[in-house]
């Protein structure tokens, strides 16, 4: 019995094979290395001590993922793999429907054909779109999305939707994450974007290692309490243990679909997180306040009490923590994992 996790070298897959492993689960990691190393998987068994299966395969390329699945005993797919960055996908499309869209379509036929119809989706805050008011509930109208990236989500939930509609075997666990940071305590697994970051976490730290010379503060007038945007900061580790509790609800029994937020319920603004980074870590943030970016929102939090009800999960990690470990991992791996 194992779980497949796609995408398993990036920034979440990597911190929740550590905590699959650590709980107990045999894994199979499949990732095709196009945002992420390999490098991350050597490092998620020296934190565990374990060892495991890792293919290099496209999701999409449909005879190596049915071989993957020949080759070893799934139960289940965590299916992380996907592209992510919003600006991207307006320039992109195409790409990101056919990589996210098109391959979560190709990933359940082979799971479909080899009979394995559990699936944990790793869906986002952006499917409640621009119109709902937080704190952001399950039972609220997704869509509205506003970028093609958001787009694939939400569609890649209907679609996980009309599955389990169609065949009563299969299973969909949607979790839509929040704004996840921090990194794992020992440093050494983490985010490693590539180029220059579009997320507020990744910015701050290259600034404090002083790769980039300034941050940019999108908007200081938006109607929040210091007029900056308000966001629902999640540590990775937490997320990843969500991950954990949500297989094991799977594998527990019959489901169907189920959707649950993965937030801290708490929304801080920006100049918090900056200054919660200079509390935590002692380093000084270079910044500007400049114009907001388009397609953002001013406040988006989480109502995260479904997954406690449900799940018995919970984030335990606060701020301080997050900025503390987002740090260790920058500083210790000025270059990602080529350090
Ligand atoms: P990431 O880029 O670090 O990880 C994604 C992984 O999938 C990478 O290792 C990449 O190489 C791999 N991949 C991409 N396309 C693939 C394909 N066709 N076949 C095989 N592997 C492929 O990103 P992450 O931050 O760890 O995000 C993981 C998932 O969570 C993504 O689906 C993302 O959209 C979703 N998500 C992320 C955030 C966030 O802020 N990080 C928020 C909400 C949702
Ligand atoms: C972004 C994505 C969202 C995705 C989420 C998690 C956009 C429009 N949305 O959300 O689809 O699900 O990441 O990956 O990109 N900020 C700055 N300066 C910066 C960077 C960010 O001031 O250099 C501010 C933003 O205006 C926002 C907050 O910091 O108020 C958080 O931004 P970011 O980390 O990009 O996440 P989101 O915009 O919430």
Redesign the pocket.
């Known amino acids: 019995m194992a779980i497949l996790v ?9 911190h929740t094979c550590v905590e699959l492993l650590n709980a107990g689960y045999d894994i199979v990691v ?7 190393s390999p490098k991350s998987l050597d490092r998620v068994r020296e934190l565990t001590g374990k060892d495991f299966k890792q293919y290099e ?4 390329d449909s005879e190596g993922m049915d071989k993957i699945f020949k080759e070893n005993k799934i139960d289940a797919v965590i ?6 960055a919003v600006g991207e996908s307006c320039r992109k499309p195409m790409e990101y429907y056919d ?2 869209i098109g ?1 979560t379509v190709k990933l359940c036929q082979v799971m479909r054909d080899n009979g394995c119809k559990n699936i944990v989706f ?5 499917v409640y779109g621009m119109n709902n008011v937080s704190p952001l509930k399950e039972t609220m109208k997704a869509g509205g999305t506003t970028n093609p ?1 958001g787009t694939t ?1 939400y569609m890649i939930e209907i679609i996980l939707e009309d599955i389990c509609k169609a065949d009563e075997e299969w299973n969909a666990t949607l979790l ?5 940071i921090g990194a794992h305590k020992s440093g050494r697994i983490g ?2 974007p590539n180029g220059i970051p579009n ?1 507020l976490m990744p910015y701050i730290t290259q600034v404090a290692i002083g790769r980039l010379p300034c941050l940019s503060v999108f908007g200081n007038d938006y109607d929040t309490p210091d007029g900056t945007g308000v966001r629902d900061y999640i540590h990775v580790v937490d997320l990843a243990d969500g991950h954990v509790k949500a297989v094991k609800n799977i594998l527990e029994g019959k489901k169907g679909v189920q959707i649950f937020n993965l937030g801290t319920g708490k929304g801080y603004s920006v100049l918090d997180i900056i200054n919660g980074f200079e509390k935590a870590t002692g380093v000084k943030i270079n910044y500007k306040i400049v114009d907001r970016r388009p397609g953002d929102i001013a406040t988006c939090y989480s109502d995260p009490s479904k997954a406690k009800e449900v799940l018995g999960w919970e984030a335990k990690r606060d701020i301080e923590e997050m900025c503390e470990d987002s740090w260790r991992w920058q500083s210790q791996n000025p270059n990602g994992f080529e350090d």
Do not use: M, Q, W
């Open positions: 796609t995408g398993g070298a990036g920034f979440i897959g990597s499949v990732d095709n290395y196009y945002n992420s395969c496209d999701i999409r299916h992380f793999a996907g592209l992510k990589n996210n391959g790793s869906s986002s805050a952006t990236y989500k839509r994450y929040f704004n996840p985010e490693n997320n």
